[in-house]
């Protein structure tokens, strides 16, 4: 059995260094692909490299709902570049969190920043979600 693994995040800094063990392992079990979600402009960079690095990378560049408030002013302009760099990229992480620490982020500015969604729209490309706790 083939297998997908669509939603990752194996540029983590916490688990960055153990990747190339990590995707080797996967691997091995069938899983063939990774869709690695860039949760900030503080990662896309190395979204990019890995999967520069390892075809079986699907590069996704996007914001989690917990890093709005962090991006730079410019932070859309780079995302377009990265998607115009990388044409095989999709969107992710977009989405909105009501967990526990997404309810600490203005649930209007987690919304109003999924302008980044009308962006995927708009350049056509497969989005990855995170809805944490968002069913009310
Ligand atoms: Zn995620």
């Known amino acids: 059995m083939k297998l997908f693994d669509a939603h990752c995040h194996l540029q983590d800094p916490r688990i960055f260094n153990m ?17 690695v979600n860039g949760v900030s ?32 002013a410019g932070w859309l302009n780079t995302l377009k570049q990265y998607f115009n760099s990388t044409p095989s990229a999709a969107v992710g992480e977009i989405g909105l969190d009501k967990g526990s620490k997404g309810k600490e982020i203005d649930l209007t500015t987690q ?13 056509e490309k497969t989005g990855f979600s995170s809805l944490r706790s968002c069913f009310w």
């Open 41 to 72: 402009e503080k990662d896309w960079h190395l979204v990019k490299k890995m999967s520069d690095h390892y075809p079986c990378i699907v590069p996704c560049f996007g914001v989690h709902p917990w890093f709005i408030t962090e991006q730079n």
């Open 111 to 123: 919304i109003k920043f999924s302008a980044t969604t009308r962006t995927c729209q708009r350049i």
């Open 19 to 35: 990747a190339p063990q990590l995707i080797q392992t996967s691997l091995g079990l069938g899983i063939t692909h990774f869709a």
